[in-house]
């Protein structure tokens, strides 16, 4: 079994709390999680904006280091890395950004980006062999090399644009692709087509995929198993299946209900705080102040994580009967989810 | 509990007048190109109290119509033909001074991205006494009790007066929106895309804000975006557009029961939700270039449907099942 990433007990904070009385924004909070080589699967980690999911996925990517805990890749920690394993890690661990309209240079075709990422990696030895790479990488993200080729980024749909970024990180023939967002700035009718590729590399090559979003639909459609993250913290986690059909923590619960369905007879209707609804402070359920199960234990001490079943994970004190998962173990459930 | 439930079938009849009548609107953009035409004869009409969501994807036209009914259009965006009523007044033979008192007045919009465009040293209650005040309305005790008035009724504590737009958060900046928007008393809300930059429970809490407002003020109101299932749950009529034209404009659940234009009916067989995984489903193709647009359908290279008349005849918008479908097939 090889472990790709592994970020253990992993907690950002933001601002050191010096200046301040009130000390750092957590970014995220005591995270553990594991992208396997032997189990390559897609998790969805979704949450509201201030969640946390961007600066997790950050953290992954060797882009913020954590202020405790360590991200190993390959069972090293990242900081550590040497100068060869790092471009090895380049080439296991891609990403995809939001923005497909901010990531290219405006002034070479679009096939540029790609050349450059076979140049930098010695991906071919000559030209035509390039050539070869990038058609192939283009057609497994549904483009038409022919139609896009030589084309300037402008002249390319925002769809497109975000497909070409899947063909790039393909390339490399990574482990993973840590997806950020990758269709909220797309139309529509391109999301199913981005996302059907991600979810085909994934059958295809075996690529694990990590797909951050605020779209619980995509989340549901794409994943295997997701984490919600609220406020730094993972508040529930799974696999996608029983955490949509019967989500346990309240807030998994609001996010549900509050997706407009497309019915017109359908209600949309969100349910209130509780009375016992409280104010948040560090020793308190982070999410106290909003949720309709409140009770007195949930502003009395913060709830850790209770393990509801082989797959599931919740942190709700509505749970504490079922036995107790240390947030270190999160990817016991995680990885039981396939 | 709180719900937004689309209006029972029996309030339909219960409309008021119509406020706002859209007659063959035609908008282009004059470009390098040639001339892109965004908008391409649209016709509707909307009641008093009633809530008309107008869907698409990009490029087709929604956020022109919306610009267009506040005659805000700037070159390279002319108006090529057509009218727009706005109770009762015309608005292509106003002039510029007429007009502005109309915007907020009469016909007040919540542009795309509005939550942005809040003025970062102002305080709240500044930018909303600035409509109040450049339309000459009341004193100033009159006044500051309005700016209270129309927290409340977005569902603000009247403290947010004093703050500045950085102390609140999305959800609370896009209220203030709709506080400014509704200062005037308009009897035509304009809404583009105004949930597009926010979470789905603080969307949830915007889109209940503008019903409470919308049927407060018994006003007409259009609401511009991508997001189908919201249309479902928010409009009581919806238009989808393609290409510049109305495809289909009927009664949501006419619609969203029994779509009948085949474009329409991708796009609602395309949604995903959580009930069951799919096969993730886009409709295949792209809209057509506004620049020297095709003859006949601009939906007919995507079409499953698409005959011969197609090609040559532009279908027009008849009465079908108590809606308007522009096809051939009908």
Redesign the interface.
């Known amino acids: 079994m090889t472990t790709i990433i592994e970020a253990r007990n992993v907690t950002k904070l933001f601002g050191n709390g010096r200046l301040r009385s009130g000390g750092g924004t957590v970014g995220v909070a005591d995270v553990s999680f594991t992208v396997d080589d032997e189990k390559p699967t897609i998790t969805a980690v979704v949450g509201e904006s201030g969640s946390g999911k961007t600066t997790l996925a950050r953290l992954l990517l060797g882009l913020a280091a954590p202020t405790t805990g360590e991200v190993l890749y390959r069972g090293k920690d990242m900081r550590r890395l040497t100068r060869s394993e790092r471009r090895r890690f380049l080439g296991d661990v891609q990403v995809v950004f939001q923005d497909p309209y901010d990531t290219y240079n405006p002034f070479y075709p679009v096939e540029h980006a790609l050349q450059l990422t076979v140049r930098k990696f010695g991906l071919a030895s000559s030209a035509a062999a390039a050539r070869s790479l990038i058609d192939e990488a283009m057609s497994a993200v549904g483009l038409r090399p022919e139609a896009t080729l030589g084309k300037r980024p402008h002249q390319l749909s925002g769809g497109q644009r975000q497909r070409l970024m899947v063909a790039r990180a393909l390339l490399l023939r990574p482990k993973l692709i840590v997806a950020d967002e990758p269709v909220s700035m797309v139309d529509a009718s391109m999301r199913a087509s981005i996302l059907t590729t991600i979810r085909g590399l994934h059958e295809r090559y075996g690529i694990s995929v990590v797909y951050i979003t605020h779209d619980l639909t995509t989340a549901y459609q794409v994943s295997h198993q997701m984490m919600v993250l609220y406020k730094g913290d993972v508040v529930e986690a799974g696999d996608v299946e029983s955490v949509i059909r019967d989500p346990q923590h309240p807030y998994t619960r609001l996010l549900i209900d509050s997706v407009p369905k497309p019915d017109p007879d359908e209600p949309w209707a969100l349910e209130r705080p509780s009375e016992k609804a409280a104010r948040v402070t560090p020793t308190t359920c982070p999410f106290v102040d909003r949720c309709s199960r409140a009770m007195d234990a949930c502003s009395q001490a913060k709830p850790p994580l209770f393990r509801t079943s082989s797959t599931r994970a919740v942190a709700c004190f509505l749970y504490e009967d079922a036995h107790r998962l240390d947030r270190s173990e999160l990817n016991t459930v995680l990885t039981g989810a396939r | 509990?709180?719900?937004?439930?689309?209006a029972p079938e029996h309030r339909a009849t219960a409309f008021g007048a119509d406020v706002l009548h859209v007659e063959d609107l035609r908008v282009e953009y004059v470009t390098s190109a040639g001339i892109a035409t965004a908008v391409d004869g649209v016709s509707f009409t909307v009641r008093a109290g009633e809530r008309l969501g107008l869907v698409g994807?990009?490029g087709s036209g929604k956020s022109t119509i919306a610009t267009a009914l506040m005659r805000l259009l700037r070159p390279p965006a002319r108006v090529a033909g057509g009218r727009i009523v706005v109770d009762g007044v015309e608005l292509q033979g106003l002039s510029d001074e007429a007009m502005r008192r109309m915007r907020l007045a009469t016909i007040a919009l919540v542009a795309q991205g509005a939550i942005n465009s809040l003025n970062p040293s102002a305080r709240v209650e500044d930018q909303i006494l600035d409509g109040l005040v450049d339309h000459g309305r009341a004193g100033r005790r009159e006044q500051r009790r309005r700016v209270a008035e129309v927290l409340r009724q977005v569902g603000l504590r009247p403290e947010v007066a004093r703050l500045f737009p950085h102390q609140l958060s999305?959800g609370m900046r896009q209220r203030v929106c709709i506080a400014i928007a509704i200062s005037l008393r308009p009897k035509v809300l304009v809404a583009d895309e105004p949930t597009s930059a926010l979470?789905?429970?603080?969307?949830?809490q915007v889109?209940e804000t503008f019903r409470a407002v919308q049927d407060d003020l018994g006003a007409a109101m259009i609401l511009i975006g991508?997001?189908?299932?919201?249309m479902?749950?928010?409009a009581t009529r919806v238009g989808i557009m393609y290409a510049g034209l109305l495809a289909e404009i009927g009664e949501?659940?006419k619609i969203?029961g029994n779509p009948l234009h085949p474009y329409t009916r991708l796009?609602?067989a395309?949604?995903?939700?959580?009930e069951r995984?799919?096969e993730?489903?886009?409709?295949p193709g792209?809209p057509p270039s506004l620049i020297d647009r095709p003859t006949g359908c601009p939906f007919r290279d995507r079409c499953p449907f698409a005959m011969e008349r197609c090609a040559v005849e532009e279908p027009l918008p008849r009465p079908v099942d108590d809606r308007l479908v522009a096809c051939h097939l009908y």
């Open positions: 509990m709180s719900a937004i439930t689309p994807e990009s999305g979470d789905v429970v603080v969307q949830h889109m991508h997001d189908i299932g919201l479902a749950q928010f949501t659940r969203f796009l609602i395309s949604i995903t939700t959580m995984k799919t993730l489903k886009g409709i792209l």
